[in-house]
């Protein structure tokens, strides 16, 4: 069976080469983690899956069909991208904000209709974003408008959901919820999921597997549940050098510094 979304050799960049030959597959229920230092062509690369950033070279096929013989309207009926920095569209309500997420599939600027409703209801009762409903985007806070994109994604209802550092303004009861919320739907409803991080616990605790890049390449991956703390160690310092990675026994949880002075 096909996997949800395959990328092969993917070379995409702004004139300049970016992404370089990249592959790699998402199945359905697996929420894989993107992990690389600044600049190093994460974005480019989720830009890329959804026609943002141009691609110069190989393909990419979601459950099988060839994305780029796909239309932009089914192109979005197939992925939903949550960006880095959400464009700020002036006098839209949070509620407007969220039934764009429907788009794809009514049209623009075409009414959300039952189901569309249904699912704006549903994704701000998810987000904790009722009372917000009404409240002008302008008016809301990083964070709060970070929830609203993020419901936004979700509302568009893709079989892959593409999210770029999701929580970077989000307070840790949030990001709690985001990891909870978006795992279980990509779980039950066999979604895949790719979101790029910052924090290598955060990924190593939600994501099923982690993928790095360096410099626009693939330079490794692992899977936190098949790998002990030193190969996960090994692995993280092929793009964080002195990384320590230690998982607590009792817990599971994760935690990640840098070594000290000869520490290794
Ligand atoms: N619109 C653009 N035009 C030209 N070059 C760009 C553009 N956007 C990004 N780049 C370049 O592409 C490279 C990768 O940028 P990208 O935003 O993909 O990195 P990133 O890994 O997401 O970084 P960060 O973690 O800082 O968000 C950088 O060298 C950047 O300067």
Known sequence: MAAMLEVEHLCA?????????????????????LLGRNGSGKTTLLRSLTGS?????????????DWGRLSHRQRACRVALMPQ?????????????????????????????????KRVDQ??????LEELLDTDCAALSEGQRQMVHLGRAVVQDAPVLLLDEPNSALDF????LLFQTVGGLIRTQRKAGLVVLHDPALALTWCRRLLLLRQGELVGEVCPAQAGEAEIQ???????????VKRDK??????????ENGEK
């Open 13 to 33: 960049g702004y004139g300049t080469p970016v992404v370089k030959d990249i592959s790699f597959s998402v199945e359905g229920g697996e929420l894989v983690g």
């Open 123 to 128: 994704a701000a009762r998810q987000f904790g």
């Open 250 to 259: 009792d817990s599971g949880a994760y935690w990640c510094g840098l070594a």
């Open 85 to 117: 920095r959400p464009q700020l569209l002036p006098g839209l309500r949070a509620r407007e904000v969220l039934e764009m997420g429907r788009y794809p599939w009514t049209g623009p600027l075409r009414p959300a209709g039952e189901e569309g409703r």
């Open 173 to 176: 009861y949030n990001t709690q």
């Open 234 to 244: 090994a692995v993280l310092r092929r793009i964080y050098p002195d990384i320590c």
């Open 53 to 65: 950033a141009k691609v110069t070279g190989g393909r990419v096929l979601l459950d099988g069909e």
